[in-house]
């Protein structure tokens, strides 16, 4: 059983992590209220891309970092079965992303960083905001540091033997996020910070936006790992079935962290401070990319089908059927693959930049973005969150059938939304616009699908209330927690693993293999601006 | 410290290379991989490279690449630079009858605040911004590009159907940016007159 120490700092860190969510959910109610023009009394820019901007921190930067970190730390002792490495320093990382997080929140709330949260210069914020934001990351750097540490203690302790899994995918991921805010770390460093303290007088938005470029693809993946890492060592346990290949399942972890790293300017094939072939080469990337996710999409579906059959199912969908659908787990993971399919037909689009430039900063990415965000992912927080909770408290789930509903109304509520916000892109609205008021034929037909996502933003809100209901109430119901007896449990591979590939147990290599590519991918766009003769900009209110 | 000749150190080095590769391969293939699973790989590497294959082909035999130009250009003294300067704006012809169009994006407008188009015509667009990032869309069309300070965005394309058409900025520039606006007109290719003036020389003129 995993201490009471690591559990306090787990659950701290979930704790953080889920209230930046349901603060963030109201916003984004508000934000498409206001954004439809209904109420005309809450009509304000201002707000709005103060709201924009709070709701992209906490969405993208705090809810993601805290509960990775949160949940990396419960990975860590719990598949290892070693206490935390250094609690102190945990906890030092703890209350420096605390905070930089509440710094940050200063010039958010009070409309002086309103400059969304990819912040493109040469906008200037309030240098609380990137400061905050800095240490936001710090914080962040010494969880990584305490996986890495712990990854490296247990294989001198256990020579030879396979990585648990479930450590295996949480050590890559503090790897690729070390190497992925590099990128953003740089700019503010060097750009950001010097600027709005007056150290320099330009500063080259190129340059940034290269430099941001390299940090917002990767920054998916991290986001993500948590989720693929569920769907390989809970789902096929908690369906009744085995992970349909332990093996297969690191190599897609290292292929995602390797090549997701270095195809950062598919964000900016639209942009002119970077020539085509660069691109190109980024949008290859991107595709080989995809072969990650195809693959744990198979073995997903795969362990799931045992399941179904050992459950009785028949015939080629009779499994679907007969599987768990009362299991929260098992649920969200099927809802979050039918987003996952459904994002990724919107990624394709994306991706092929042909297409690209018909939706290229539409309201159509947004769409996309909390579809897979939102959706694929946030949804397999809460499964994790619903499964993890009563170990974390000792207490029982306060209501099982309140989290199936939650989970449901999250699915239903994220397609209403989604559906019409990429309708939206394609009649050409523009993404980060509060109300409309172009003078323009073309918004009229804009309307009713304003409309639709008020309601669908609406059934999330619902949702993620009920969530944080359930949650809150399994934590302080007055049940005696001496007798939860429950402890978690990892799924084992159908074919057991004795003894795995060096290379698939170690990422020494791998790193290697990522600073060759980010050399190819990055050095000479970087360098450009060095040898280039370049026109810096001063930096510009809002 | 050894001394071994040229040649004897380059054996070394690609011999411990071949090792290496032998190693790989021989870990990577003891792993044991469904055979369902081995064909869905397989499967999802055509796949992936029948795509990489296309948007490669497209680039190179199609010449359909996203722009990238790297051209840049001093945004703070754009009504000082000859090609910026506010009348040379807007729809022109060059020395070879082709059409240019230069637009300057500022908060909260694009300059022109309206142009006339030709319908079915290749037009090339060069757009500057005089202060921060910008984008700007057109709706329905592919006229799509980042206007980052410092650099020209040049574009080519061209407008199927005549209509009335807004200018959109879609990159968050400012609290005014839902206001950042213009308006194209695109005429049939018979009832467009060309601009009185020409101009014929874009010079470098930045620097
Ligand atoms: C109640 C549910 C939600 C609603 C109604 C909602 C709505 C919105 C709206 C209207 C915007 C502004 C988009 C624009 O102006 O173009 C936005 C932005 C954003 N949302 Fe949400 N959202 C919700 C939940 C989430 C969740 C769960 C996440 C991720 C975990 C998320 C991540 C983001 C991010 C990162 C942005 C910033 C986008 C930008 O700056 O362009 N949202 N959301
Ligand atoms: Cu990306
Ligand atoms: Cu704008």
Redesign the pocket.
Known sequence: MVNAAERKLALSHLWVAFIA?IL??FM??Y??LE?SGFIPALESPTVYFAS?ST??VL??FV?TTFFIMGFGYYIATSSLKVPVWNIKLAWCGFWISFAGTAMAAIPLLTGKASV???FYLPLQAHVAFYIGATLLVVGSWLWCLIMLVMFSQWKKANPKQPVPLAMFATTANALLWLWTSAGVALEVLFQAIPLALGWIDTVDPGLARTLFAWTLHPIVYFWLIPAYTAFYVFVPKQAGSYLFSDEVARVAFILLVVFGLPIGFHHLYMDPQQASGWKLLHGIGTFIVSLPTLITGFTVIASLEIAGKLRGGKGLFGWIGSLPWSNSMVLAVILALLMLILGGFGGIVNASYAMNAMIHNT?WV?GHF?LI??GTT?IMYFAIAYYIWPLLVRKPLFSNSMALIQLWTWFIGMTI?STPWHVLGLLGQP???STVVYNTLLTLAWKPYELAMIFG?LV??GS?CLFIYNIAKTQFSPVSATDFNQEIEYAEPYHPVQDVPDYLNDFKLWNRVIAVLMAIGFGVPILQFFFMDTFGSPAWGL | MQNKSFSEQTQDLIGKWVDFIKDFRAQMTSIHVDRLERKWINITLLTVCLLVAIITIDAFWHGINPPGKVETIDSAKLHLSKEFAESNLGVQLDGQGAIVIRMVAGRYSFFPKHIAVPAETKLTFRWVSMDVLHGVHIPMTNMSTMIVPGYVAEITTSFPKPGEYPVLCNEYCGLGHNHMWSNISVIAKEDWKAPAKIIVNKEPDNG
Do not use: D, N, S
Request: with cysteine.
């Open positions: 969510f963030a959910c984004g109610e934000q498409v954004r924009v709701h992209g969405m993208g809810l969304l949260y990819t309201a947004p909390h965000f939102a946030v939304l993404r980060r616009i933003g999330m809100l993620a």
